[in-house]
C-alpha cells in the first residue's frame, strides 16, 4: 500500500477541534488504523474514524483537543503485500 496524501506537523488550540485525513492506494486493498502514541484508536466520544475505501480516503477527528491528546498521531495501510506509514 501507499499513501497518496500524507499527514502532516499541525499545531492546535485546547478547546478546539481537529481533522486529519489522508488518501491511500493499493491492491490487494488494504485495511487502515489510526494510531495516538503508538496506541490503537477507536471512533468513542472523542474520536471519530472514518474511512471510505471506494475512495481511497480516511480521517481521524478529535472533537474538542485537551493537552493530554498532544503527541504523536499516524495513520497504518496494511495488505498482504506491506505496510504504509504516515
Do not use: M
Amino acid at each position: 500500500p501507499v499513501f497518496t496524501k500524507h499527514l502532516n506537523d499541525i499545531e492546535v488550540e485546547d478547546s478546539s477541534n481537529v481533522t486529519f485525513s489522508v488518501s491511500f492506494d493499493g491492491l490487494p486493498q488494504p485495511s487502515i488504523a489510526w494510531y495516538f502514541n503508538e496506541e490503537l484508536l477507536k471512533s468513542s466520544a472523542d474520536f471519530f474514524i472514518d474511512t471510505d475505501q471506494t475512495l481511497k480516503e480516511s480521517r481521524l477527528v478529535i472533537k474538542e483537543l485537551f493537552p493530554d491528546d498532544e503527541g504523536t498521531y499516524i495513520c497504518k495501510a496494511v495488505n498482504l503485500l506491506g505496510t504504509a506509514v504516515t
